[in-house]
């Protein structure tokens, strides 16, 4: 497929996507949120404008593209100038950390991390599938690639099992990869209140006027309680798995308005 129709049809789903969730989203507030003028994404949406392959990989990073599929579509993008090559050390960069990628930006490669270590896992991809509510490809090849990296190991007897290995990767991936899970964890998060009981999770919040001086010291503290939290609960028969995440975010614009 051309590239140039390419990015405009993942432009196109996101605009549907982000309208399944909320129908008044507009142009405009996509527009913003790949940092594209409306009246330039209006033109690109329409075959009107010409994208190079720096505005095409903007775009990409913005909507959380997966690596190898952006670095298939950049090959072939130029900047209209002499830039006639692929972007070599982009692809090259892609095949090193795919594994990484996956593993930081799908939510269910550590729920299936956490999942083999409650009583009765099975290492198989249909029993996976339906406890997790994935597609039996997606859990078959996340058993195969977790088990690449070392984050599950077969025991003797065949059975794959957790290692609590302690998982890092680059800093350049990790910026795509954590937003897309950031993402992915608001999702999951609004799946939950919408299906699930109040006595099965518990949804709370605080409006406080603060020092902005006293951020880090915050950030440090729910680190501290959030590990403390998870010692915890991790304690004692295991048999669910869960996800906690906590959102200290901003509502005011920094500063006083003009």
Known sequence: MDQQLEVRKIISEEMTR????NPSFSLRALAKKLNIQPSALSEILSGKRFMTRRMAQRVLERLCVDPSKSAQILSGLTNRTSDKKPN???????????????????????????????????????????????????????????????????????????????????SDIASLSLRKSHHQNLDLARKSLDEDGVELRDFTSMTMAIDPAKIPEAKRMIKEFRRKLCAFMESGKKSEVYRMCFQLFPLSRQGEPK
């Open 88 to 170: 070599r050390q982009y692809a090259e960069f892609i095949q090193i950390n795919m594994d990484h990628y996956h593993v930081i930006s799908e939510w269910y490669y550590f729920a299936i991390i956490s999942l083999a270590e409650t009583s009765n896992f099975r290492d198989e991809p249909y029993w996976i599938a339906r406890r997790l509510n994935i597609k039996a490809s997606e859990a078959s090849t996340a058993l195969q690639r977790l088990e690449r990296l070392g984050l599950l190991a077969r025991t003797k007897s065949g059975k794959l099992k957790s290692t609590a290995q302690q998982f890092a990767t680059t």
């Open 18 to 21: 982000a309208r399944a969730v």
